[in-house]
């Protein structure tokens, strides 16, 4: 369906959660969201509350709210929850339990955010049941067919969100069920047992039957295997939702939203926002502060990531707190004011962080707060009565704002593409998930979020790149390189020699297809692309605090992996402290590339210092790029969209003290024009902008 049902910025909130909020306050809480702006309602559809018998729904409630929607003037949205499962499947389907490694079955819960029952902590398939047994899947899919044959062609209807947060667990599934699909899934793959048996190393499987998946997460080809068929057969039954309401209603769209999870929970628990992304019409992200910390760069982290995964597609912050947090394990220990209590210009702020980011949209994760279970009391933007609050007034004057006839120009215009990308390769996810699991010494997401912030705090915006859309970028920053199969390797070289630039931390590729390491290092052609042979390599990141190197005479520090070299064709641009060769520039047909034999990522990740910060801004100098948009103020952000009707700057300042900042704009000499938002004493002189605490400007540029 083509997203014309949606307003111009969706701007509302999740409501209604079956024992939330009260019955009798439902017409006076949409009267008072109507009144505030609000025009998009998501509520939990959950099958254990709808189809309390065997074929005998219970709709009444959610009739009730499709209807107040209606005559409000809100769009709804349908989030289908059938990982919720109702008591009498759990009995019916005991033989059909989703099973843990250790043949634990998945049990059916109280919810912690909806105070009812079937709830599982796997959020993929149908929680607690496997989807893999005919017989659930085809319970699943009568009840969506029901779903949707109800509400296909409603007023209020606007669509189907068809994965709440998408991930599932990390220790399942190993019914029998799944365990036969896998084994189909690898004849499919491999043909023959032969052929499996040199692939996997093990030769005394004599038939099919024999084959179990992996009980132990270890870095082995069989433990690739499973974890590649369990991303498929998940979003394979994400795909037969979306299916299954596709054949009752084509108007409708179709919506998921996931938790800025790829980096680093890709592999564990198949959070693949670029995979999620592909298969619905409008994606979007939970992003909680109070969850994940309240740091500029991790509010941006999230939107930056889902805009990378939509690739172009509209996509809005679905999930975005507007109350407190009290007692949840992540916020323990934690400052008042780290999320733990939102404040309106927390939700300000948090707001246009996420607009200028791209969102078109921002619903919060609750209209007021759930009234029992554990998370009693949170997110709510409105009091624990319903009742206005300052808090809700604040997202009551960015919803209108938002959807002003004015502000239309504003939300047509879409960020420009990054000053540099971050290189996104699955399989080096996977194999440092299996290779590291016992220890956990969290390199990948280190290297990875150590980048991001280096770049981000040098106000360089870098964006997210899968190694699969390499054509889309120019110039690619490749934190973790540890693994790459043939083809991806291939494809990156091919990508150089055609005039891409390249700078990778150590390691690339060491690890080929099915995590073989290759006698020949860089691996599968990567020695010629960098220029270069290895020397010496160190596996011991436990210790990487400890490196040191140079690159052009400057001090760096290391961390990680560190790998030395000789350089063939390269020429050296830095040593290690004890005389090794740590950075090398290579020439590659029409492209470029400089390899730094350790991961200043994660360096600057756990110690934010100075020295790492300039290596960042020195390698972004390296590479000839200008940036788009720079700010003489550090403690600012600014992000550049552009649209048909030309470009807008969107500058915030997330600190608590009024910020002053002079702009500069790499493609033009822009005059400053008209402001679509500003706070209380904001100023624009010249190219000089003031902007109050936790708060934006956001500008048009005029040529």
């Given amino acids: 369906m083509p997203l014309d049902k949606l307003p111009q910025s969706p701007f509302g909130a999740v409501y209604f959660r079956k024992s939330n909020p009260p019955k009798q306050d439902w017409a006076r809480d949409y009267g008072i969201a109507a009144e505030d702006g609000l025009n998009v309602f998501r509520h939990w559809f959950m099958w254990a509350a709808i189809e309390r018998k065997p074929g005998r729904y219970d709709w009444d409630d959610y009739d009730r709210q499709m209807d107040l929607a209606a005559k409000h003037g809100i769009k709804t949205v349908i989030a289908e929850l059938t990982h919720t499962v109702p008591d009498w499947a759990y009995r019916k389907f005991a033989h059909a339990r989703q099973l843990r490694a250790d043949g634990r079955p998945m049990t059916a819960n109280m919810g912690v955010s909806a105070a009812t029952g079937g709830f599982t902590s796997n959020g993929g398939g149908a929680g607690s049941l496997t989807m893999n047994a005919p017989e659930v899947k085809d319970a699943v899919e009568a009840f969506l067919k029901a779903l949707a044959t109800r509400y296909k062609g409603h007023p209020a209807l606007l669509g189907y969100d068809v994965w709440n947060e998408v991930n599932y667990a990390e220790d399942v599934d190993f019914s029998t069920y799944m365990k036969a699909d896998f084994r189909l899934w690898l004849q499919a793959k491999y043909g023959d047992l032969d052929a499996l048996a040199e692939a996997w190393y093990r030769y005394s499987y004599a038939e099919w039957d024999d084959i179990d998946p992996p009980a132990e997460t270890a870095a082995y080809p069989q433990n690739l295997d499973w974890l590649e068929f369990k991303r498929q057969n998940y979003y394979d039954q994400m795909q037969f939702k979306i299916d299954t309401i596709r054949a009752v209603d084509q108007d409708c769209m179709i919506a998921a939203h996931g938790v800025g999870g790829a980096i680093p929970n890709m592999a564990a628990n198949g959070s693949d926002d670029?995979?999620?992304?592909?298969?619905?019409?409008?994606?979007?992200l939970t992003w909680v502060p109070s969850r994940r910390g309240f740091k500029p760069w991790q509010n941006f982290f999230g939107p930056d990531l889902t805009r990378a995964a939509a690739r172009g597609k509209k996509w809005w912050h679905a999930e975005r707190p507007g109350g407190p947090l009290w007692l949840?394990?992540?916020?323990?220990?934690?400052?008042?004011?780290?999320?733990?209590?939102m404040e309106p210009e927390d939700i300000r702020i948090l707001t246009m962080t996420s607009f200028a980011a791209g969102a078109t949209g921002?619903?919060?994760?609750?209209?007021?707060?759930?009234?029992?279970?554990?998370l009693f009391g949170a997110f709510g933007s409105y009091g624990m009565d319903g009742s206005r609050t300052p808090r809700s007034d604040m997202a009551s004057s960015i919803g209108k704002w938002a959807n002003?006839?004015?502000?239309?120009?504003?939300?047509?215009?879409?960020?420009?593409?990054?000053d540099i990308g971050i290189l996104v390769i699955p399989e080096a996810q996977a194999w440092d998930y299996l290779l590291n699991h016992k220890h956990k010494p969290e390199t990948y997401r280190e290297a990875m979020w150590g980048a991001y912030r280096g770049f981000f705090d040098n106000g360089i915006q870098a964006d997210w790149v899968h190694i699969d859309h390499l054509a889309d970028y120019d110039t690619i920053y490749a934190p973790y390189p540890i693994m790459l199969t043939a083809d991806h390797a291939g494809a990156l070289a091919s990508w150089v020699k055609n005039g891409g630039t390249l700078i990778s931390e150590a390691t690339p590729g060491y690890f080929g297809d099915r995590g073989k390491v290759g006698?020949?290092?860089?691996?599968?052609?990567?020695?010629?692309?960098f220029g270069v042979r290895e020397e010496d390599v160190e596996f011991m990141p436990d210790i990487g605090d400890r490196i040191a190197f140079e690159f052009d005479g400057k001090p760096v520090r290391g961390g990680g992996f560190l790998q030395s070299y000789h350089p063939t064709t390269g020429t050296s641009r830095g040593a290690f402290a004890d005389g090794r060769q740590a950075v090398v520039e290579n020439q590659f047909g029409k492209g470029r590339t400089l390899l730094v034999g350790t991961n200043p990522g994660i360096a600057y990740f756990k110690q934010s210092n100075a020295d790492n910060l300039a290596f960042f801004a020195a390698i972004f100098e390296w590479t000839g790029n200008v940036q788009q948009v720079r700010l003489s103020n550090r403690v600012m952000q600014a992000r550049l969209h552009h649209g048909p009707n030309g470009n807008v700057l969107w500058v915030l300042n997330p600190t608590r003290q009024t910020q002053q900042a002079v702009v500069s704009v790499s493609d033009q000499s822009p005059t400053l024009g008209a402001i679509f938002w500003s706070g209380k004493n904001s100023s624009v002189v010249n190219s000089t902008v003031t902007v109050p605490p936790r708060d934006a400007l956001v500008i048009q540029l005029v040529r």
């Fill in 328 to 341: 949840q394990s992540q916020v323990l220990g934690r400052d008042k004011d780290d999320g733990r209590v």
């Fill in 274 to 284: 670029w995979l999620a992304a592909s298969k619905v019409e409008l994606y979007g």
């Fill in 362 to 374: 921002v619903l919060n994760l609750r209209y007021r707060p759930l009234l029992d279970g554990p």
């Fill in 519 to 529: 006698v020949i290092q860089p691996h599968n052609g990567l020695d010629a692309v």
């Fill in 404 to 418: 002003a006839p004015e502000q239309q120009a504003l939300f047509e215009a879409r960020p420009v593409r990054g």
